[in-house]
C-alpha cells in the first residue's frame, strides 16, 4: 500500500486528533482518525498516491461495481435514476447561481466523471464540459452516454489554464481524495471570480452513520479516505477562499432495495411501502441527518 507521514493535527483546522475507528480491508488495516475540533474524520496514515492511481484505474468509482458494461448501466439507471437525478438537481442549481454571470466562460470541470451523467446534463444546460477519470471502463462508458471524451488522468496531474472554469464539479469523488486541502486550492486556481465549486459527498453527520458508527457503508477504506460533515466541508471551503452559499441534504434509497426487503406477502403493497420510506427520508433531510450532502461554494 505505501504510505506517508501521519498527520499529527487536523489538516483542516489544526485541532488534535482522536482515533475514531480501525477498518480492515483485504490484507490492509485502516486507522481513521476525527479531529476534535471540526469533527473531519479520515484514514492516517495515508495510502501512497501511487497506490491510488493504481487502484482506481482498476476499479473506478468502486470496486464491486466494476466493471460496466453500457447496456449494464444504462439498466440499472433506467431501474433507478439517482444519477440522472442527482445530475439534473446539481447542475440546475450552479445555472442558477451563475444565471447573473454574463461575462463567464461555462466552462465546466467534471472531476472524477465516472459514466457520464453529469457530464451530460451539463451538456444540456450550455456548458462547455472536460470531464476526467482514471478508469478507463467508465470512460469508455461515460463517452457514450455524454459525448465526452475524457481525459485520461488524476485531478492532481491534470494542467488547464488558470481562472478558465465557470464551474468545477466535485460529485462522489472528494471522499477518494489524497489530499482534501490541495484539491479545493486547485478547484480555486482553476476557477473564475465567482466560479462554483460543487461538491457532493456522504455525511459524515448523517443519521445512518451516528446509528451504524464504523458499520456504515460508506466508511469503506481504501475506497472512501475522507468523512466530512456539513461544518468540516464548510471549514475547509472558507479556508481556501469559498465562500459557501448553499447546502443540500439529500436522502434515498433505491426503489429496487426496498422492495428485496420487504416480506413477500406485502409485494403488493410495494408503491405504498415505497412512499412512506421516500416521506420518512424528506423528515430526515428537514432535520439535516442526510445521507448525502451537495455543498456549493463560490470563489469570491
Known amino acids: 500500500?505505501?504510505?506517508?507521514?501521519?498527520?499529527?493535527?487536523?489538516?483542516?483546522?489544526?485541532?488534535?486528533?482522536?482515533?475514531?475507528?480501525?477498518?480492515?480491508?483485504?490484507?490492509?488495516?485502516?486507522?481513521?482518525?476525527?479531529?476534535?475540533?471540526?469533527?473531519?474524520?479520515?484514514?492516517?496514515?495515508?495510502?501512497?498516491?501511487?497506490?491510488?492511481?493504481?487502484?482506481?484505474?482498476?476499479?473506478?468509482?468502486?470496486?464491486?461495481?466494476?466493471?460496466?458494461?453500457?447496456?449494464?448501466?444504462?439498466?440499472?439507471?433506467?431501474?433507478?435514476?439517482?444519477?440522472?437525478?442527482?445530475?439534473?438537481?446539481?447542475?440546475?442549481?450552479?445555472?442558477?447561481?451563475?444565471?447573473?454571470?454574463?461575462?463567464?466562460?461555462?466552462?465546466?470541470?467534471?472531476?472524477?466523471?465516472?459514466?457520464?451523467?453529469?457530464?451530460?446534463?451539463?451538456v444540456s444546460k450550455g456548458f462547455h464540459v472536460v470531464a476526467i477519470d482514471l478508469a478507463e471502463n467508465e470512460r469508455e462508458v461515460s463517452k457514450s452516454i455524454s459525448g465526452i471524451d475524457p481525459i485520461s488522468t488524476s485531478f492532481e496531474d491534470l494542467t488547464l489554464d488558470p481562472s478558465s472554469m465557470s464551474v468545477v464539479l466535485m460529485s462522489q469523488v472528494l471522499e477518494h481524495a489524497l489530499d482534501v486541502e490541495a484539491w479545493v486550492a486547485k478547484a480555486w486556481h482553476l476557477l473564475e471570480r465567482g466560479g462554483i465549486l460543487a461538491i457532493a459527498l456522504p455525511n459524515f453527520g448523517s443519521l445512518q452513520r451516528i446509528l451504524l458508527q464504523e458499520k456504515e457503508p460508506y466508511i469503506c477504506p481504501p475506497d472512501h479516505l475522507n468523512y466530512f460533515?456539513?461544518?468540516?466541508?464548510?471549514?475547509?471551503?472558507?479556508?481556501?477562499?469559498?465562500?459557501?452559499?448553499?447546502?443540500?441534504?439529500?436522502?434515498?434509497?433505491?426503489?429496487?432495495?426496498?422492495?428485496?426487503?420487504?416480506?413477500?406477502?406485502a409485494a403488493a403493497w410495494g408503491v405504498p411501502i415505497c412512499n412512506l420510506v421516500w416521506r420518512s427520508l424528506r423528515v430526515i433531510d428537514y432535520f439535516r441527518l442526510g445521507s448525502i450532502i451537495n455543498v456549493y461554494g463560490r470563489k469570491s
Not at 466493471?67 to 442558477?96: C, F, G, Q, Y
Not at 461555462?106 to 472524477?112: A, E, I, R, S, T
Not at 464548510?234 to 422492495?259: N, T
Open 229 to 265: 460533515s456539513p461544518h468540516a466541508l464548510r471549514k475547509l471551503l472558507e479556508k481556501r477562499g469559498f465562500v459557501v452559499e448553499k447546502i443540500q441534504h439529500i436522502s434515498r434509497v433505491p426503489r429496487s432495495a426496498i422492495m428485496r426487503r420487504v416480506p413477500r406477502v
Open 1 to 122: 500500500m505505501g504510505t506517508q507521514e501521519s498527520f499529527k493535527s487536523c489538516p483542516v483546522c489544526k485541532s488534535s486528533l482522536g482515533r475514531w475507528a480501525v477498518k480492515k480491508y483485504l490484507n490492509d488495516t485502516y486507522t481513521i482518525d476525527r479531529c476534535s475540533g471540526c469533527g473531519y474524520a479520515f484514514v492516517n496514515p495515508r495510502p501512497s498516491i501511487e497506490f491510488l492511481k493504481a487502484h482506481y484505474r482498476t476499479c473506478g468509482h468502486g470496486a464491486s461495481l466494476n466493471p460496466r458494461s453500457l447496456e449494464a448501466v444504462l439498466a440499472a439507471e433506467t431501474a433507478d435514476p439517482n444519477s440522472t437525478i442527482d445530475a439534473k438537481r446539481m447542475i440546475a442549481t450552479v445555472r442558477e447561481m451563475l444565471a447573473d454571470q454574463y461575462t463567464m466562460s461555462w466552462g465546466f470541470l467534471d472531476v472524477g466523471s465516472g459514466y457520464g451523467f453529469f457530464s451530460r446534463e451539463a
